[in-house]
């Protein structure tokens, strides 16, 4: 039998019996392994088999004579370094099912000589020898062995595809981020929407649910399809049926009811979010999985945005009457329920191509981890157990509770100005109109500067572009804040301030290079340290942390806000009224003591600007930390951010 027969048999026999091949293909590991020495280091095989007098399949490796020990000891040598070569080069999902060892009890070569227990000796440095791995990885002159590597093009539509699902998670999180404050700021009170808020806490705790994700699935169906083909479906159909009750409960400004509804679907997409990022894992090649954080910047900035600035311009009335219409109407083209309407259709779609989708074999579908000695699998209980206790292991990893410390804090200097800054502007009566069309021509700068930055980020080491962008960002918080202070009153269009609306438009487009480019880095380095063994669960567990560094502080920057706000009663007259006003807008506006005698509460000095400029500092100070410790948070080797499943990092 040839050489390509051998290893062809031993392949077939590895794919029949996953779970039994150490010892039903133990015949054809003897065969195939000389064919793959010969052929990855022939001069080392020849010159063993010329020593021993033996052909190689009545050679005994733990019987080869004294006389030969050199000749073993360099063909150790030279196995050996194929087999780091091929690790390197291998894609880890293809070879995951068959990692078929010659039978050296998973000892090196030369060990094989030595008498003991067959039990592998990691204080000697011994390794395993993948016959499969070095047959389809390994390289030497005189073979062509190695598996090609994909181009970027063959990745194209896996790309494309993750683009998609990360655009339907950016949906609901636009609308309730984004859209929803501005609709919400003419009719409540910041502290109220702090407290619609609310709503996107699911996507910072989803780590609660993140191993149950990652383990309870159906093989047939596929892994990541089991959750996200219903998860998606249960979207579409809460977006079609409560569409009409969202615009209801917007007009009467039922914060309780919206926060709600919105909490719903990003539970959902939170749910989705686990489940693509696994994928993300295995539906890109190993030597592409790092463009994973750049389809999630594209797909993520494309919902988001399209759901805050697009649909914000849509829904304006004054903007649609004088750009879009020839006969004005009362409110704008698209409203709340038409919007969620048609996202309910597009979920609906795109879910029924993924049906059609096949999946493929996921990293761990051939993990012998999961399975006892007798070839059984382990309870679905214990599955979620252990990923629980796993994920404990990682968290209590001194390099990831660093990381996990930064993740938290970063956003601390430029909340309060990013997030609150466009309310402040409609509140000085800036119209919605503006601001819309602004926002509408800030959208495509905004989609090339996600693609530069995402290149940037993914082609250079991560926290370089990271550290930059984060500086930038700060300074464009601290004039963005300036910039609020000094527009003018009621600014009802573009042409009547140009320059101002042009600041404005400038410092927008910076802001979102410098925030895609950081989370782009953030994402690309996630990617690479993460642990695929764990499948979602470690990159879920990171982004968790860093949307709570997002979603915590809000409720109580915007509280401040309010507190730090001090109102005086102006008299009809144009005098001061020693009246007492409340913090609150809506209660300022309604009725009170100042009103009641026909004064008006007047904001004497705004806690925007205070939180705001208090925040940069903290975020500078912060700032000096972050440069010295990334570098070398980014220096450490893979080991350092894996945990095994005994508590030792791996």
């Given at each position: 039998?040839?050489?390509?027969r051998?290893?062809e048999?031993?392949?077939?026999c590895?794919?029949?019996h996953?779970?039994?091949?150490?010892?039903?293909c133990?015949h054809?590991?003897?065969?195939?392994?000389?064919?793959?020495?010969?052929q990855?280091?022939?001069?080392?095989?020849?010159?063993?088999?010329e020593?021993?007098?033996?052909?190689?399949?009545?050679?005994?490796l733990r019987?080869?004579?004294?006389?030969?020990?050199?000749y073993?000891?360099?063909?150790d040598?030279?196995?050996?370094?194929?087999?780091?070569?091929a690790q390197?080069?291998?894609?880890?999902?293809f070879?995951?099912?068959?990692?078929?060892?010659?039978?050296?009890?998973?000892?090196?070569i030369?060990?094989?000589?030595?008498?003991?227990?067959?039990?592998?000796?990691k204080q000697?440095?011994?390794?395993?020898?993948d016959?499969?791995?070095?047959s389809?990885?390994g390289?030497?002159?005189?073979?062509n062995?190695?598996?090609?590597?994909?181009?970027?093009?063959?990745?194209?539509?896996n790309?494309?595809?993750?683009?998609?699902?990360?655009?339907l998670?950016?949906?609901?999180?636009?609308l309730?981020?984004?859209?929803?404050?501005?609709?919400?700021?003419?009719?409540?009170?910041?502290?109220?929407?702090?407290?619609?808020?609310?709503?996107?806490?699911?996507?910072?705790?989803?780590?609660?649910?993140?191993?149950?994700?990652?383990?309870?699935?159906s093989?047939?169906?596929?892994?990541?399809?089991?959750?996200?083909?219903?998860i998606?479906?249960?979207?579409?159909?809460i977006?079609?049926?409560?569409?009409?009750?969202?615009?209801?409960?917007?007009?009467?400004?039922?914060?309780?009811?919206?926060?709600?509804?919105?909490?719903?679907?990003?539970l959902?997409?939170a749910?989705?979010?686990?489940?693509?990022?696994g994928?993300?894992?295995?539906?890109?090649?190993?030597?592409?999985?790092?463009?994973?954080?750049?389809?999630?910047?594209?797909?993520?900035?494309?919902?988001?945005?399209?759901?805050?600035?697009?649909?914000?311009a849509?829904?304006?009335r004054?903007?649609?009457?004088?750009?879009?219409?020839v006969?004005?109407?009362?409110?704008?083209?698209v409203t709340?329920?038409?919007?969620?309407?048609?996202?309910?259709?597009?979920y609906?779609?795109?879910?029924?191509?993924?049906?059609?989708?096949?999946?493929?074999?996921?990293?761990?579908?051939?993990?012998?981890?999961?399975?006892?000695?007798?070839?059984?699998?382990?309870?679905k209980t214990?599955?979620?157990?252990?990923?629980?206790?796993?994920?404990?292991?990682?968290?209590?990893?001194?390099?990831?509770?660093?990381?996990?410390?930064?993740?938290?804090?970063?956003?601390?200097?430029v909340?309060?100005?990013?997030?609150?800054?466009?309310?402040?502007?409609?509140?000085?009566?800036?119209?919605?109109?503006?601001?819309?069309?602004?926002?509408?021509?800030?959208?495509?700068?905004?989609?090339?500067?996600?693609?530069?930055?995402?290149?940037?980020?993914?082609?250079?080491?991560?926290?370089?572009?990271?550290?930059?962008?984060?500086?930038?960002?700060?300074?464009?918080?601290?004039?963005?804040?300036?910039?609020?202070?000094?527009?003018?009153?009621g600014?009802?269009?573009?042409?009547?301030?140009?320059?101002?609306?042009?600041?404005?438009?400038?410092?927008?487009?910076?802001?979102?290079?410098?925030?895609?480019?950081?989370?782009?880095?953030q994402?690309?380095?996630?990617?690479?340290?993460?642990?695929p063994?764990?499948?979602?669960?470690?990159?879920?567990?990171?982004?968790?942390?860093?949307n709570?560094g997002?979603?915590?502080?809000?409720v109580?920057?915007?509280?401040?806000?309010?507190?730090?706000?001090?109102?005086?009663?102006?008299?009809?007259?144009?005098?001061?009224?020693?009246f007492?006003?409340?913090?609150?807008?809506?209660?300022?506006?309604?009725?009170?003591?100042?009103?009641?005698?026909?004064?008006?509460?007047?904001?004497?000095?705004?806690?925007?600007?205070?939180?705001?400029?208090?925040?940069?500092?903290?975020?500078?100070?912060?700032?000096?930390?972050?440069?010295?410790?990334?570098?070398?948070?980014?220096?450490?080797?893979?080991?350092?951010?894996?945990?095994?499943?005994?508590?030792?990092?791996?």
């Amino acid at each position: 039998m040839s050489c390509e027969r051998k290893l062809e048999a031993l392949r077939d026999c590895a794919r029949k019996h996953p779970r039994d091949h150490k010892t039903i293909c133990k015949h054809l590991h003897v065969a195939a392994g000389f064919c793959v020495f010969g052929q990855l280091c022939p001069e080392e095989v020849d010159g063993l088999l010329e020593c021993s007098g033996r052909g190689s399949q009545g050679l005994n490796l733990r019987s080869v004579p004294a006389r030969c020990q050199k000749y073993l000891d360099r063909l150790d040598g030279c196995i050996q370094g194929h087999q780091e070569a091929a690790q390197e080069r291998a894609d880890r999902i293809f070879f995951s099912s068959c990692f078929l060892f010659f039978p050296t009890g998973g000892r090196s070569i030369s060990a094989m000589t030595r008498s003991g227990p067959r039990t592998p000796n990691k204080q000697n440095g011994e390794k395993k020898i993948d016959i499969l791995k070095l047959s389809n990885g390994g390289s030497h002159e005189g073979g062509n062995h190695a598996k090609p590597q994909k181009g970027i093009r063959d990745e194209l539509g896996n790309m494309v595809l993750l683009v998609v699902l990360y655009c339907l998670q950016g949906v609901p999180m636009g609308l309730s981020s984004g859209a929803m404050p501005f609709l919400l700021q003419a009719r409540t009170s910041y502290t109220n929407i702090g407290l619609f808020s609310l709503a996107s806490y699911p996507y910072s705790f989803k780590l609660l649910w993140s191993p149950i994700v990652d383990s309870v699935y159906s093989r047939s169906f596929g892994r990541r399809k089991t959750w996200i083909v219903p998860i998606q479906l249960m979207s579409a159909l809460i977006m079609i049926t409560f569409a009409d009750h969202a615009e209801a409960t917007l007009k009467r400004a039922d914060v309780f009811g919206l926060t709600l509804l919105f909490a719903v679907l990003i539970l959902l997409a939170a749910t989705q979010d686990i489940a693509v990022d696994g994928w993300a894992l295995t539906l890109l090649s190993k030597e592409h999985v790092g463009y994973a954080s750049t389809c999630q910047t594209i797909g993520m900035n494309i919902g988001y945005f399209t759901s805050f600035t697009v649909f914000l311009a849509l829904n304006d009335r004054e903007f649609c009457n004088k750009h879009l219409r020839v006969q004005p109407a009362g409110e704008g083209i698209v409203t709340l329920a038409s919007y969620l309407r048609f996202w309910g259709w597009v979920y609906a779609l795109v879910t029924a191509f993924l049906l059609w989708k096949r999946e493929g074999k996921s990293e761990d579908d051939w993990d012998m981890s999961n399975s006892s000695t007798n070839g059984k699998k382990k309870p679905k209980t214990t599955e979620i157990y252990n990923a629980y206790m796993q994920l404990w292991r990682v968290v209590r990893l001194p390099s990831v509770r660093q990381f996990a410390l930064i993740l938290v804090t970063y956003r601390l200097g430029v909340l309060a100005a990013e997030s609150a800054t466009p309310l402040k502007l409609l509140e000085k009566g800036v119209s919605k109109e503006a601001l819309a069309g602004l926002v509408l021509l800030e959208f495509p700068m905004e989609l090339v500067s996600a693609l530069l930055a995402g290149r940037w980020a993914a082609t250079s080491t991560p926290f370089t572009p990271w550290i930059f962008g984060y500086h930038i960002r700060l300074v464009m918080a601290a004039l963005v804040t300036y910039l609020a202070y000094l527009f003018p009153p009621g600014a009802s269009n573009l042409s009547e301030h140009p320059a101002e609306f042009l600041v404005l438009a400038l410092f927008g487009v910076v802001t979102s290079f410098t925030a895609t480019l950081m989370f782009t880095a953030q994402g690309s380095f996630c990617n690479k340290i993460s642990d695929p063994d764990m499948g979602g669960a470690y990159l879920t567990l990171l982004n968790t942390i860093a949307n709570m560094g997002f979603l915590l502080p809000k409720v109580l920057i915007y509280w401040l806000m309010d507190v730090l706000t001090v109102r005086h009663c102006l008299a009809p007259t144009g005098e001061m009224w020693d009246f007492q006003c409340p913090t609150k807008k809506e209660l300022a506006l309604g009725p009170n003591a100042c009103t009641e005698m026909g004064g008006e509460c007047i904001v004497a000095s705004d806690g925007f600007y205070k939180i705001s400029y208090c925040m940069v500092l903290i975020g500078f100070v912060l700032g000096q930390s972050f440069w010295r410790t990334l570098p070398r948070l980014q220096a450490l080797p893979a080991r350092m951010w894996h945990a095994k499943r005994g508590g030792k990092s791996s």
